[in-house]
């Protein structure tokens, strides 16, 4: 066993979970509350963001100390926003306090977040992301070592991240991809290593409405090269990747949108190409709004597609 967890024996996670960013808006009281609701309507993870808010580490400490069974899951830590022994001690103390509940994504995140908003060297990503694995797994740690094994998972969309995800962690946590990618990225790691990816879902049968909610979703991504290579590997257009949030095709693409049924099938596609688990994210109508209606509403259909 390693300090990047056993990846002989797959980590238990349910396949159905949520991806939000929204529980950053809300005080942190209130954030409890919506963790332990998520968990009393089923949902068996909670996937949480970094970027410039709340330490997810720290965030993912309060939201589980408020819920019983839920998993908390990072998506992702960003490897420059600490060093290796930072993340290996805070994670160690959170699977401590919480056994079998705690999964670390990790990534290289963007240029744009590493370089301008850090300060740091974004030239070799793939090896700054295999030299902090090594890092986590020569850290020292004094404190009360955790009963159970310390489980990440890599943010990964093409074939040689995806690789090092299957050799040295748990597996991978795609993010901003179709089903047609959930496929590929099932065929490149195997069958035993996790595969995670988060889909972006709205309730909304207007498809106007529903693409201005979706575009304001791709347009954030598709400035983000990592993202744009990875969906150009897919047979996207470069008309389909305007800056501006993509042709309709290719937001229809990224977002399901519609009606209950139409949501959980897009859903289903992911699990059907190999998903162990779907980090459901529901777009809210207004910046900085709260899905909680949405959760509400998919629940009980997406519990149905646990197998």
């Given amino acids: 066993m390693t300090d990047t967890g056993d990846t002989t024996v797959k980590f238990s996670l349910p396949p159905i979970g949520v991806w939000t960013g929204a529980l950053d808006t809300v005080p942190a009281s ?20 970094e970027v410039a808010g709340r330490d997810p580490f720290v965030h993912l400490s309060f939201l589980l100390s408020a819920t019983e069974r839920l998993i908390g899951a990072t998506g992702i830590a960003n490897i420059w926003a600490r060093d290796a022994v930072a993340t290996s001690c805070a994670t160690k103390a959170l699977t401590e306090a919480f056994p079998e509940r705690v999964l ?20 070799k990503p793939l090896t700054a992301m295999r030299e902090y694995l090594d890092g986590i797994e ?57 595969l995670c990816p988060e889909q972006a879902v709205v309730l909304e049968t207007d498809p106007e409405k529903a693409r201005a909610i979706g575009r304001a979703y791709t347009k954030t991504y ?24 993509g042709s309709d095709a290719f937001v229809d693409a990224l977002v399901a949108w519609g009606d209950v049924d139409t949501v959980v099938a897009r859903v289903e596609e992911h699990l059907d190409a190999g998903a162990d688990h779907v980090a459901v994210q529901a777009l809210p109508a207004e910046k900085r709004g709260l899905p909680d209606a949405q959760w509400r509403e998919l629940a009980a259909p997406l519990a149905a597609l646990r197998r």
């Fill in 30 to 49: 209130r954030a409890r509350e919506l963790a332990a609701e998520l968990e009393s309507l089923g949902y068996g993870a909670l996937w949480i963001p």
């Fill in 104 to 123: 670390i994504g990790l990534g290289v995140s963007h240029e744009n977040l590493v370089g301008g908003l850090r300060g740091h060297d974004y030239a």
């Fill in 138 to 194: 020569g850290a020292p740690y004094t404190a009360q070592r955790p009963a159970t094994p310390a489980r990440y998972v890599l943010a990964a969309l093409r074939p040689k991240m995806l690789g090092l995800a299957g050799e040295r962690t748990q597996g991978a946590h795609p993010y901003f991809v179709t089903p047609e990618h959930t496929a590929r990225a099932r065929e490149t790691l195997g069958a035993g290593p996790l």
């Fill in 222 to 245: 598709l400035a983000q090269p990592n993202y744009v290579n990875n969906i150009r590997t897919l047979g996207f257009t470069e008309e389909d990747l305007a800056p501006e949030g």
